[in-house]
């Protein structure tokens, strides 16, 4: 038989983060506790709930526009004009997707040609490398430093670029680090950008878990980035709607439509009963959002100071719902020391290694568990580390 | 920080001292003495556990009772609620506007005890009317708190 499979899937190695699921698993241990999991652990409020039952019971099950419906739009647009002083077309520019993840694979497909080079700042999400080598990209990753606190630095930027460079793909607040980009720091990237005409793709999933004194800056927002800027961002995160799978695009609306193209042919529509709860979520939703970044915030707090505790060095996350601390001065490994850490104490937290090799000798504790979990995880980690 | 206190305990009034201030990003020493003086001020006026005494099968009932009263010159209503707020049996009572005056929670009782304290206390206080008692059949909800079951977390591995 001839092989059945294409070469450049194969190659792609499956998730590290998956692989110590699996491991997890493998043990079926209900004293296991988890610190793993990257989704909020609110259930999605009630009154935006309750506008998708409420599409159900009037029927509204039928396919959408491919871009969404327009009223969602709108109020997307109404949403980036509010939160990230950007204004979007809701005819042309905002593309109503399956999660976050459908966009950047959308994106990646609509622009880049064969050969052209995706910059990928890792650590970082599991999923950008291998969907710019589906679209024939060819990744260059950036290993970010801890002692930039995880931020892109313009001269780790410059020294990346080549003439194939085309797109700078930027995630901030970040997972797994929790690391933010103020809008100095974006500043700096931008005039890179800029010079060598680079466009950039933002994933800005995690903006409203921004924890910094400064409103979150969107890089799309500072002047002549607007026009090379695509912005991804979504439900999930901000308004605890994972299984809704809902998230959407924004920029340009030169690459919009090519992206559209890529959507309409693959996936045609979002789901309408979604698309209803969304625009709920949209209108009305601003006082949940704050409520649960507030929780978040506290959590976080709560982990720095227990961390600061244990002698474990942890820089100061300011997004998203992750800490990245390092466990370097223990002289194992990433991967050693999660395997050990869930034998020994039955915890399970992710090696940073999953997230890129600048990931190594870090892990990623998740806080969007209860402040009840987190206390009784930090004890085994306390436990842990003390007979080391 | 006075406010961040409040809303917190409101809805954990078990936490330690030193998780409250962690959260907080404050002084463990600063939020004690912050807890102390709103306790001291009655700004917190107790700390209450919420049972489900179903659940130890025990056999208790609440009742809110409506109560009509004819105020008094002078007092208005105070002096009579007062009569009814010192019994030991009353867990709440509210003047309320509507069709009666107030409202008086009676939790915990057994049937019979709700009926004697209707009956034999209540009514016969110096100005009030009348009564209409009503039992709870079931509690979904109380103080915020959904009355079930603990759900398990149900996130799935992805990645």
Redesign the interface.
Same mark, same amino acid.
């Given at each position: 038989m001839r092989d059945p499979l294409n070469s450049f899937i194969e190659q792609i190695p499956p *998730?590290?983060? &998956?692989r110590f =699921?699996d491991l997890? #698993?493998e043990m079926n241990d209900p004293e296991v506790v988890s610190l793993?999991?990257?989704?909020p +652990?609110f259930d999605t409020p009630w009154h935006i709930r309750e506008e998708g039952i409420y599409a159900i019971t009037k029927g509204k099950t039928f396919y959408s526009a491919n871009a969404g419906l327009m009223e969602l739009r709108k109020e997307i647009s109404r949403y980036t004009a509010r939160h990230y002083g950007v204004t979007y077309d809701p005819a042309t520019e905002i593309l109503v997707t399956i999660g976050g993840s459908e966009a950047i694979d959308a994106c990646f497909r609509a622009m880049l040609d064969p050969g052209d080079e995706v910059i990928i700042p890792e650590p970082c999400f599991?999923s950008y490398k291998p969907c710019a080598i589906f679209a024939g990209a060819k990744p260059v990753v950036i290993d970010l430093k801890a002692e930039n606190e995880f931020r892109l630095q313009p001269e780790e930027l410059e020294a990346a670029i080549t003439e194939k460079s085309k797109i700078l793909f930027l995630s901030y607040p970040n997972n797994p680090t929790g690391a933010v980009m103020g809008k100095a720091d974006l500043e700096k990237i931008a005039e890179v950008v800029i010079r060598h005409d680079l466009f950039v793709l933002s994933d800005e999933i995690y903006a409203a878990l921004s924890y910094t004194d400064e409103p979150f800056t969107s890089i799309a927002s500072l002047p002549g980035m607007r026009e090379r800027t695509v912005i991804v961002n979504g439900f999930s995160k901000a308004f605890a709607m994972t299984g809704w799978r809902l998230g959407y695009a924004t920029g340009p609306a030169r690459i919009v439509k090519q992206m559209m193209k890529v959507h309409q042919f693959a996936i045609m529509c979002p789901p309408t009963i979604s698309q209803y709860a969304a625009i709920e979520a949209l209108r009305n939703g601003d006082e949940d959002v704050l409520y649960m970044r507030g929780e978040y915030d506290? %959590?976080r %707090? =709560?982990l720095l100071? &227990?961390f600061e505790e244990m002698g474990i060095d942890c820089f100061e996350a300011k997004g998203a719902f992750y800490l990245f601390p390092c466990i370097k001065k223990f002289g194992m490994s990433s991967d050693e020391f999660a395997e050990r850490l869930l034998a020994d104490q039955k915890l399970a937290v992710v090696p940073g290694s999953a997230f890129g090799t600048s990931g190594e000798g870090f892990l990623r504790i998740s806080y969007a568990y209860s402040?009840r979990d987190l206390?009784r995880a930090v004890e085994r980690i306390e436990a842990f580390v003390s007979k080391l | 920080m006075t406010e961040k206190i409040l809303t !917190?305990l409101e809805k954990?009034a078990r936490?330690r001292t030193d +998780?409250l201030a962690? !959260?907080?990003?404050e002084d463990s020493y600063m939020v004690r003495q912050e807890v102390e003086r709103l306790e001291s001020e009655k700004v917190i006026c107790g700390y209450h556990t919420l049972i489900n005494w179903d659940k130890v099968g025990q056999e208790k009932a609440d009742a809110f009772i409506e109560v009509k009263v004819a105020p008094q010159r002078g007092v208005g209503f105070d002096q009579v609620a007062e009569r009814i707020w010192q019994y030991p049996e009353v867990s709440s009572i509210f003047l309320v506007s509507g069709n009666c005056d107030f409202i008086v929670l009676l939790q915990g009782k057994s049937m019979r005890e709700i009926a004697m304290f209707v009956s034999e206390k209540l009514a016969t206080i110096d100005g009030v009317l009348s009564t209409m008692t009503q039992f709870i059949l079931k509690k979904y909800k109380q103080d915020g708190f959904v009355v079930e079951n603990p759900r398990k977390?149900e &996130?799935e #591995? !992805? *990645?």
């Open positions: *998730s590290g983060i &998956r =699921f997890v #698993a793993g999991v990257g989704e +652990d599991v506290q %959590r %707090r =709560f100071k &227990r402040l206390k | !917190i954990n936490i +998780d962690n !959260i907080l990003g977390d &996130r #591995a !992805i *990645s």
